[in-house]
């Protein structure tokens, strides 16, 4: 396999089911859906996916390759599997602070 492919098999896994929850995301809530939760949802999901992808090479190049030639792709899938979700919780949590409607907004 080559090296390129090693190092982002965990996304090449991953990306239907991201892809999935990247829907998810974006959907729910349905309302409100202004300009500030478009951008918000953006840089939400590009973090998450950003965190993800430096998590897995990380991961790869930290792993101990003591235990076995697929250590390395157990570990970097294991911890980016964790870094996109806890992104994607915080940045849900974040979301429903920082858009919710201000006093004096209408609707």
Known sequence: MSPLVAENLALLLFLPWFLILGVLFWMVPRQPRGARRVVFDLLS???????????????????????????????????????????????????????????????
Do not use: E, K
Request: net charge positive; aromatic share 10%; proline share 2%.
């Open 45 to 107: 999901l590009g973090v998450a996916l950003s965190a993800f992808l430096l998590s897995i090479h990380w991961a790869h190049a930290a792993a101990d390759r003591g235990h076995g030639a697929m250590w390395a792709q157990i570990l970097a899938t294991a911890v980016g599997y964790g870094v996109f979700l806890a992104a994607l919780a915080v940045a849900f949590v974040a979301r429903a602070r920082v858009l919710r409607p201000r006093a004096g907004d209408d609707g």
